[in-house]
């Protein structure tokens, strides 16, 4: 069959973006990569049309009314609704007789709000690669119930590698996380999939997609992937985007005895799992980790207990003395505006930046995301402003969502 997927995060920054050095123009999909490279696994014929790469909906129409797919698969996150529907809209129109397919976290978790569009013939639940395989065979019915699609738990070793050439992939490659400090080309990669921890402004809505227990790929796997990348493109660095990529002390000891490669790591990890594993973080440092990212979130406990982060204030200080011993620069996330907060409660977090001095911060105004404990709690408490949250973005945005936060305070303090 002749497969076209969508990706349609063009989010606030619409169509036709100059800004070549804009990670968020440029990173890959891996979901959708790793959905394309089992399709071509199995003989389809794949495509992927990216919404960023293009000028506007019309381009989008010429594209697809010239591929002419039997078959069109859509990611649909948080952020994507409203461009996803217009890209649904374009394609029944164009081509009425292509199946559309809807998969992701917002289907997977609100199947109810896809399935009765009369323009959509599939929402796919969970994970994609065997459903949308299953969906292109000549035994697709077999797999549908009510228009619905269950993906499987997939084994990861046993996925091919994902199919980074769907994309543009010079943009990623040429896009370091860090512009101007981490060296280019770089490498996105991810070990696992899911969560194993309860934050309460992301959970449940991860792990409805992948599931728990938290699975990794086995360190064989991972490595034999870099290899290949590193001899095809001879990356300078590796941001591995896995919320949690220190999570498994056993695997991440075998990842640092196996991994070879002269380039820069960047990963995500907790401030608990640091204080209670320095060794990790020198062990880290001894192959290359050159920056942690940190979702440090808040220099108030009040705050942090209201996340359900599962850490606390003297850990987030702990934390970057390690990762500072260790000579591991520090990428801090921090987040303002959440139910209840005070200006106190805002210095305190000001001060926990100060004090940890990281060498690269990123601050963000709460959003309630549908499927998650907050914005349940915010729904249920009549906290939220409104209920469109189809204009969510992934970066960029500090837009007022809740009642009771002073954002004009919010912001002057986090200028401070």
């Known amino acids: 069959m002749k497969v076209t997927l969508i990706f349609p995060a063009i989010g606030i920054i619409g169509f036709g973006c100059k800004d070549y050095y804009s990670g968020e123009v440029s990173w890959i999909n891996h979901g959708l990569a790793s959905i394309g490279a089992t399709l071509k696994k199995d003989g389809h014929d794949v495509d992927l049309i990216d919404l960023r790469r293009l000028d506007g909906w019309g381009e989008f129409a010429k594209k697809i009314k010239k591929r002419k797919p039997d078959v069109i698969g859509i990611s649909v996150s948080s952020m994507d609704l409203r461009p996803a529907a217009e890209a649904i809209q374009i394609v029944a129109k164009e081509l009425p007789k292509t199946i559309i397919a809807v998969g992701g976290i917002q289907p997977t978790m609100f199947p109810e709000k896809f399935v009765d569009n009369p323009d959509i013939d599939y929402v796919v639940k969970g994970e994609g690669e065997t459903a949308m395989s299953n969906l292109c065979s000549e035994n697709a019915e077999e797999c549908i119930e009510n228009g619905l699609v269950c993906g499987v738990r997939e084994d990861l070793d046993s996925l091919p590698f994902i199919d980074r050439e769907l994309f543009e992939y ?12 981490q060296p280019s080309p770089m490498v996105t990669m991810l070990a696992g999939r899911g969560c194993p921890y309860k934050c309460a402004y992301c ?3 991860e792990n409805s997609v992948f599931g ?4 990794m790929r086995s360190v064989d796997h991972v490595i034999a992937e870099l290899d290949e990348l590193k001899a095809k493109y001879d990356f300078k660095s590796v941001l591995f985007w896995d919320d949690t990529f220190t999570f498994n002390q056993k695997w991440v000891s075998e990842f640092c005895k196996s991994y070879k490669h002269d380039a820069e790591l960047l990963v995500n990890s907790r401030a608990d799992i640091i204080c209670k594993h320095p060794e990790m973080v020198e062990r880290l440092a001894g192959i290359g980790l050159k920056t942690m990212l940190i979702g440090f979130e808040s220099g108030s406990q009040r705050m942090l207990d209201l996340m ?8 987030n200080f702990d934390a970057a003395e390690i990762c500072k011993k260790n000579g ?22 000001n001060a926990l930046i100060r004090g940890t001095s990281p060498e690269h911060k990123l601050m963000f105004i709460f959003t309630p995301i549908p499927g998650t404990k907050l914005f349940s709690y915010c729904k249920e408490n009549d906290l939220l402003l409104d209920q469109n949250y189809d204009d969510i973005a992934r970066t960029g945005v500090r837009k007022k969502r809740i009642k009771g936060v002073d954002y004009k305070m919010l912001i002057n303090t986090m200028k401070a």
């Open 308 to 315: 359900e982060k599962g850490t606390t204030v003297d850990q």
């Open 170 to 181: 010079q943009h990623e490659m040429d896009n370091s996380f860090i512009l101007g400090i």
């Open 328 to 349: 591991v620069k520090i990428f801090g996330t921090y987040m303002f505006g959440l139910p209840g907060e005070t200006k106190g409660d805002a210095l305190l977090t």
């Open 203 to 205: 959970q449940p809505a």
């Open 212 to 215: 728990l227990p938290y699975r």
